[in-house]
């Protein structure tokens, strides 16, 4: 699960130490059965602030998934710092970061070498990683059209060579999405598109090619559009 608690930080910025009252971010896991956590890992010490484009820098790590990889380490998305962090549950070491200021990946066959803001990032079943990528905080910490649209992108990683190889991208012009999103690969190898705020639609089924099969719109009673932070589309006899 995720969470954060406010603490009263000391950092040096620029030659002089500062007290900055920060959000720490953390994910834990504790025992359903008697409540005890049995991991916690906390942003402040683990992200760095300077690294932050998030408009709060109050928030800056901005923690918004986290996800159990195949070996059962977490991968964590900061969207802070534009960042996707493996870590290692046996003592709270940083295995890797994908993306951001300090990324361990060199992206290859990414025209816009890399994401920025994200959202749901996780492996699939092929063993690659997939995030959507909301195109935030690419070069600032505001959201600019000129970097949108958002986009789903897929990568293969390369942990001995430390790539990140670009091999599956959608996106879709007018769809800019200002928070929230999120994609699932489906079983029949489409991918189903959870496009966020600020969009026309809420959600998108796209095949491997990129054709659209469905969008769906949501509203409420009064006709007023609902938006989608993170869908899945499932069979109703699954």
Known sequence: TLGYQWNTNTLVLDGVETNLFVKDNFIQEASIATGEVLFQWGSWGNVSYEDSKYPNPADYAHFNWVAEDFDGNPLVSARGTSQVIKIDKANGSVIWRLGGAASDFVFVDDPLNGFGGQHSPHRIPNGNILIFDNRNFVSTNAVLPSEGPSRVVEYRLDEEEETATLVWSYAREGYHSTSEGGAQ????????????????????????AGNILQDIAMTDQTGAKLLGYHSYKVRRDA
Do not use: L, P, S
């Open 185 to 208: 690969r489906m079983e029949n190898g489409n991918t189903f598109i959870t496009w966020g705020k600020n969009t026309a639609t809420a959600m998108t089924e796209v095949d491997a």
